[in-house]
């Protein structure tokens, strides 16, 4: 079984910073893009940013130039940065990953989400 965990969300004020973290842990046998996704309240999940097993990040045009994705050698841990955050910003963020376990089948998991609210 493989799973994954995200940490680092609470309570900031506009233009403040967090940093978001995502660990997969578990047997896997491979994994491939990792990503974070949010959703607030009546909205659908939507695609923040992206990075590939080789370190090439893609976002979201509402926090590009505000968000950094990374991830760490082992590539089973990926960071998101926020900075400048917004009131819109305000979600459940959720971690994303391209992963295969025992049967080697590569599978979308994610994690259970971290809640992320930017006052005014």
């Known amino acids: 079984q493989v799973q994954l965990v995200e940490s680092g969300g609470g309570l900031v004020q506009a233009g403040g910073s967090l940093r978001l973290s995502c660990a997969a842990s578990?047997?896997?046998?491979?994994?491939?893009?990792m990503g974070w996704y949010r959703q607030a309240p009546g909205n659908q999940r939507e695609l923040v940013a992206t990075?590939?097993?080789?370190?090439?990040?893609t976002y979201a045009d509402s926090v590009k130039g505000r968000f950094t994705i990374s991830r760490d050698n082992a590539k089973t841990t990926v960071y998101l940065q926020m900075n400048s955050l917004k009131p819109e910003d305000t979600a459940v963020y959720y971690c994303?990953?391209?992963?295969?376990?025992?049967?080697?089948?590569?599978?979308?998991?994610w994690g259970q989400g971290t809640q992320v609210t930017v006052s005014s």
């Open positions: 578990g047997v896997i046998f491979s994994i491939a893009n």
């Open positions: 994303n990953a391209n992963m295969s376990t025992t049967d080697w089948i590569m599978r979308d998991y």
């Open positions: 990075i590939s097993s080789r370190g090439r990040a």
